[in-house]
């Protein structure tokens, strides 16, 4: 019922920044959690960040103080800002939301930093 669509992925170089998007669409009212993960080459998908309906943020220790992010809730839009971006950040990134006790992700945008 919900579909969830990225944008914003790329190449870019370290150091750079990067703004991802996170578009919620289908017959819903609310969302309580968005949140980013990411998949490398050959690692586990791993969570980066969520954000509750109240503006609760949680982290990655790998990303914190590097990439925030937040969500515009009339948009049922969540954003992931990523600035000093390192080698390491290059993976696929994938947009997933909870909604009435079920996860729905989205296709995922790749990100690659490298020079």
């Known amino acids: 019922q919900v579909q969830l669509v990225e944008s914003g992925g790329g190449l870019v170089q370290p150091g750079g920044s990067l703004r991802l998007s996170c578009a919620a669409s289908?017959?819903?009212?609310?969302?309580?959690?968005m949140s980013w993960y990411r998949q490398a080459p050959g690692k586990q998908r791993e969570l980066v960040a969520a954000i509750s309906s109240g503006g609760i943020t949680n982290y990655a220790d790998s990303v914190k103080g590097r990439l925030t992010i937040s969500r515009d809730n009339a948009k049922n839009t969540v954003y992931l800002q990523m600035n000093s971006l390192k080698p390491e950040d290059t993976a696929v990134y994938y947009c997933?939301?909870?909604?009435?006790?079920?996860?729905?992700w989205g296709q995922g945008t790749q990100v690659t930093v490298s020079s």
């Open positions: 289908g017959n819903i009212f609310s969302i309580n959690v």
């Open positions: 997933k939301c909870i909604y009435r006790y079920r996860d729905y």
